[in-house]
């Protein structure tokens, strides 16, 4: 049998931070990630933990003018069944029906994803992609991360132990497009081996506000800046799209481990980014 | 930590640790174990169970976000028509059994499950959207063929005989 932690079980987001402000706690949302830690057989089982499935001030999704808010315990599924979502920001609809299966997408959520950093996150590129913040709490109040300045490490993030993330904000500049793609060993409950999220403005003469989000291909999710420059005030010509897959190939630096090979990523990765510049140039 | 909740209809009450798995109280506590443990972790599918409508997989669930759901387990597919000494299938559970659609019959039960809340969401016998509805379910036995079978017939809006 897992281990059985104790834990808290706050009814108010105020009764949480009070929790938190005392010691740290191991958040447990969805618990699609942390109930498989319990288990011990992959690592120390946290010790104390904190359920914040009950926390209705963490759902929601709004439109506010030009910002999506979606709260931290929005599941995928939610995300799949926005209309406000898949009018807006169809690529983390996208992504969301990526990620494991039903089981999965009716229980994990976008907050869980981002504050669980893994350099696999499925939402998270597209978060890059789309200059999305993050916002964070606790006790001492709110603060807002940029997406850019969240993840700082391997699985580590710029929360302190006291602060839960609260909300995503999604700003929803006019004539933007964001395009998803995942590469898994299947089309369901599968870990990327590479991960990718592209959104540009096009203005007619080129593309500007180039992003360009990968993951899997680092230790955390990461942009590909060089390739960024590379594709900004161009056309997606066929040269544009080679001149970028050959910067992306160069510019990334992904390991070998179980699921794939760094080899194997930076040319899939390469293929996947000249085949959205491609489609987007509909040649 | 004091628990309750109904399972397949029956109200139920629990002191148990708020961590405690799902899958644990339903098997060890409730003596349910119609619902299997496969990997333990989200990736088999064989322990789902249909929770507050939505299927999940029961490993993954602590008991402290079930206090007052209601929980379906492949136990309460089969129902007692009124007036009747015994229970009758569930028609899911009679199309595996036509179509062969079990042979161990360690994923049967999550397979039910999977697919009782895709009808019960007003799936219908489109192929591929029976695949992706049971794409976190894993069989190692039929290569899905019959499985998919089964729940089409299912999904199959019967014709008047």
Redesign the interface.
């Known amino acids: 049998m897992p281990v059985e932690p104790r834990l808290e079980v706050p009814r108010t987001l105020d009764e949480a931070f009070a929790t938190l402000a005392t010691a740290p706690h191991r958040p447990i949302a969805g618990g699609t990630d942390v109930m498989v830690q319990i288990t011990g057989e992959i690592g120390p089982a946290p010790d104390r933990m904190i359920d914040l499935w009950r926390l209705e001030e963490l759902r929601g999704i709004a439109l506010d003018g030009d910002v999506l808010t979606l709260g931290a315990l929005t599941t995928y599924t939610d995300i799949r069944r926005s209309a406000v979502c898949r009018e807006h920001v169809p690529a983390l609809v996208d992504a969301a029906a990526t990620i494991g299966a039903a089981q999965i997408q009716n229980r994990g959520t976008l907050g869980g994803n981002v504050a669980n950093a893994s350099p696999a996150g499925d939402t998270l590129p597209v978060l890059l992609a789309t200059d999305a913040e993050i916002v964070v709490g606790g006790a001492r109040g709110e603060r807002t991360i940029p997406v850019t300045e969240f993840w700082v490490a391997y699985r580590k993030t710029g929360l302190a132990p006291d602060e839960l993330v609260l909300r995503v904000r999604i700003p929803l500049p006019a004539g933007r497009e964001v395009r998803f793609r995942k590469i898994g060993t299947r089309r369901a409950q599968a870990i990327s081996k590479v991960v990718m999220a592209l959104a540009w403005r096009d203005g007619g003469r080129g593309w500007s506000d180039v992003r360009l989000a990968l993951g899997s291909v680092a230790d955390r999710p990461i942009r590909a800046r060089t390739t960024e420059r590379a594709l900004e005030g161009r056309r997606p010509t066929a040269e544009t799209a080679d001149r970028a897959a050959t910067t992306l190939a160069g510019e990334i630096e992904p390991i070998d481990d179980v699921r794939s090979t760094a080899d194997y990523r930076k040319v899939v990765a390469a293929r996947v980014l000249h085949r959205l510049v491609r489609d987007a140039g509909g040649w | 930590?004091n628990i309750r909740l109904l399972v397949n209809g029956s109200p139920v009450e629990l002191d148990v640790?708020?961590?405690?798995?799902l899958l644990?109280v339903l098997r060890?506590d409730l003596g349910l174990t119609g619902t299997k443990e496969g990997c333990?972790?989200?990736?088999c599918?064989a322990c789902?169970v249909i929770l507050d409508g939505?299927?999940?997989?029961a490993?993954?669930?602590?008991m402290?976000?079930v206090d007052g759901s209601t929980v379906r387990t492949v136990e309460g597919l089969a129902r007692r028509p009124a007036r009747s000494p015994d229970r009758r299938l569930d028609e899911l559970q009679a199309a595996f059994l036509a179509t062969g659609g079990a042979q161990c019959g360690i994923c049967t039960p999550g397979m039910l499950m999977?697919a009782r809340?895709?009808i019960d969401a007003g799936g219908g016998p489109d192929e591929d959207a029976i695949r992706?509805?049971?794409?976190?379910?894993l069989c190692r036995c039929t290569g899905y063929t019959k499985i998919v079978e089964a729940i089409a017939q299912a999904a199959t809006p019967q014709a008047e005989v």
């Open positions: 930590m640790p708020g961590m405690r798995r644990d060890e333990g972790e989200g990736e599918g789902s939505q299927v999940v997989d490993c993954l669930v602590p402290s976000q999977a809340a895709y992706e509805a049971i794409a976190g379910n």
